[in-house]
């Protein structure tokens, strides 16, 4: 049986109903970070199969339902590691991981190196570029100062897209600056706690201080999450 081919607008047009935010330019950004690598014909255009479309829309899966950057992404295609489910990935064989096993490193956002427009951000997350420039107002992200156009790295990519998942229930860019607020005081109390190790400025130090950030940022996601769930109880009916 012939292999069946689809051109990317075919494809656009398969995959934005599932997926709001995909773009003729996102699909283009995608392959040239080597996350898809679609055939081409003889005049230059790329051709889809279902491979490539299935692989597609699990790269997107992962980054709208997991928010995972993309050399995360990249290091499981790379691995073959594509189509596990988050479920399967996170138990073993004796169930759910414990506590203190192995997990990935917090202060790594996992993001490959990127430059962007404000228009080429706006795409990557779903935005308009007014929403944007609103998460700019509220400090929510920061440009690049690279003294010419303004540009966005990957931790604004990261922000714009969990952004866009708050806007679809209604959450304004301006209601997340109490997200930033408590960011900000959370990072002045781990602050107090490495700074006499930062002061030695010695290797083991520095090791040392990073390895005790790890820790305190991993048991301030903990807390956080139980304190949010006994405060939203009432609504869960999780009183356990």
Do not use: C
């Not at 414990?98 to 935005?127: F, H, Y």
């Not at 130090?205 to 903990?222: C, H, K, P, W, Y």
């Amino acid at each position: 049986m012939s292999t069946q081919y689809r051109s990317i607008g075919q494809v656009l047009d398969l995959l934005k109903e599932e997926f709001s935010d995909i773009s003729i330019s996102k699909i283009r950004f995608l392959e040239s970070q080597g996350l898809i690598d679609p055939e081409r014909n003889q005049s230059g255009y790329r051709k889809f199969t279902d491979t490539d479309i299935s692989r597609l829309r699990w790269i997107l899966e992962q980054q709208r339902d997991h928010f995972l950057p993309l050399k995360v992404i990249k290091e499981r295609i790379d691995h073959q590691d594509f189509g596990v489910s988050e479920g399967d990935r996170e138990s073993n064989s004796h169930g759910a991981s414990p506590r203190g096993a192995a997990r990935p490193n917090p202060l790594d956002s996992g993001s490959t190196s990127v430059s962007l427009t404000l228009d080429e951000l706006a795409s990557a997350s779903g935005l308009s570029p007014s929403k944007v420039m609103e998460l700019q107002k509220f400090g929510l992200i920061e440009p690049l100062d690279d003294g010419a156009l303004r540009h966005y790295g990957s931790e604004a990519v990261i922000v714009a897209k969990v952004a866009a998942g708050f806007l679809a229930h209604g959450v304004e860019p301006r209601h997340l600056r109490a997200y930033k607020s408590a960011a900000e005081r959370e990072a002045g109390l781990m602050e107090q706690r490495i700074m006499p190790m930062v002061m030695q400025r010695t290797a083991q130090s520095r090791q040392q201080s990073q390895d005790t950030l790890v820790e305190l940022i991993n048991l301030g996601s903990e807390l956080r999450l139980s304190l949010l769930r006994g405060a939203l109880a009432n609504h869960t009916g999780n009183r356990s």
